[in-house]
T-cell receptor
Framework: TQLLEQSPQFLSIQEGENLTVYCNSSSVFSSLQWYRQEPGEGPVLLVTVVTGGEVKKLKRLTFQFGDARKDSSLHITAAQPGDTGLYLCAILIQGAQKLVFGQGTRLTINP | KAGVTQTPRYLIKTRGQQVTLSCSPISGHRSVSWYQQTPGQGLQFLFEYFSETQRNKGNFPGRFSGRQFSNSRSEMNVSTLELGDSALYLC?????????????FGPGTRLTVL
């Protein structure tokens, strides 16, 4: 059983559309991170959310941490081909430099 | 500032062989973590080194081992390779081994076991 469940697993949409991907768990976390991984590269940290209900914006990307700190969402407005990639949520295990990742959402934005 | 570098980028081995992968962290970073990424299991933590000591280990068999040198560079070794070891191996470095420190990932080494 995955600690972090991401949905959908795959998403293919047209340029200009909006989308939301989800990261869910039955556990409560002190913080949660979102990464984007492009082909041939390692994951790159996009954001860390810490407070329940927190909303963070990064240009056209909006990240939200659930009130109960068990889930998070990533919303992209007016998606562009450059947004294509694997989006991963992850938690950092307390007291260790160990990240636990969800399976990821593979996003394709078609021109 | 140079990022995390990993060598080689691609590697093909046969079952039963062993392999050594190398990771050079960002200058000044002392913590290096290794991850295995496969389509089926996703990204999984292998181990973490700090000041030449393995501090944390994931649920992988003893065939997977690593070490860190005094300059913080790290190597991981996989012995008696199996087909299932085919994966992208990523290393990540962080400034210090404190909770919340951002980890910076390298581009990975793509290992194919035939």
């Amino acid at each position: 059983t995955q600690l972090l469940e991401q949905s959908p697993q795959f998403l293919s949409i047209q340029e200009g559309e909006n989308l939301t991907v989800y990261c869910n768990s039955s556990s409560v976390f002190s913080s949660l991170q979102w990464y984007r991984q492009e082909p041939g590269e390692g994951p790159v940290l996009l954001v860390t959310v810490v407070t329940g209900g927190e909303v963070k914006k990064l240009k056209r990307l909006t990240f939200q941490f659930g009130d109960a700190r068990k889930d998070s969402s990533l919303h992209i407005t007016a998606a562009q081909p450059g947004d294509t990639g694997l989006y991963l949520c992850a938690i950092l295990i307390q007291g260790a430099q160990k990240l636990v990742f969800g399976q990821g959402t593979r996003l394709t934005i078609n021109p | 500032k140079a990022g995390v570098t990993q060598t080689p980028r691609y590697l093909i081995k046969t079952r039963g062989q062993q392999v050594t992968l190398s990771c050079s962290p960002i200058s000044g970073h002392r913590s290096v973590s290794w991850y295995q990424q496969t389509p089926g299991q996703g990204l999984q933590f292998l181990f973490e080194y700090f000041s030449e000591t393995q501090r944390n280990k994931g649920n992988f068999p003893g065939r997977f081992s690593g070490r860190q040198f005094s300059n913080s560079r790290s190597e991981m070794n996989v012995s008696t390779l199996e087909l299932g070891d085919s994966a992208l191996y990523l290393c990540a470095s962080s400034l210090v081994a404190h909770l919340g420190n951002e980890q910076f990932f390298g581009p990975g080494t793509r290992l194919t076991v035939l």
